[in-house]
């Protein structure tokens, strides 16, 4: 095989190293996302929800509230995944 040969091979290989690297970043920088969108609103949920146990409400109003909670922090991951995705 001639020098050339060669080089070409291993530029193609290290730019097939460095692509990889880019997806796996991509990957991993979306499923950290996912997890915050799925897991934040849950936790948030039902964090609020144990906290509000200590107040005078009825189940349905901590429901709500937690709800409430909920979706605001939904929105917030939301708006972090698009402004971190500009």
């Not at 950290?32 to 144990?50: D, E, Q, T």
């Not at 349905?60 to 409430?68: Q, R, T």
């Amino acid at each position: 095989m001639s020098k050339t040969k060669k080089n070409n091979k291993s530029l193609l290989n290290e730019e097939g190293q460095s692509q990889n690297r880019v997806d796996m970043g991509i990957l991993v920088t979306v499923l950290g996302y996912c997890v915050l969108i799925i897991f934040l609103p849950i936790i948030s949920f039902f964090g609020s929800k144990y906290v509000l146990e200590g107040f005078d409400l009825t189940s349905i109003s901590k429901n709500i509230y937690a709800a409430i909670i909920a979706v605001i922090n939904l929105h917030i991951a939301l708006g972090v995944y698009l402004y971190k995705g500009k």
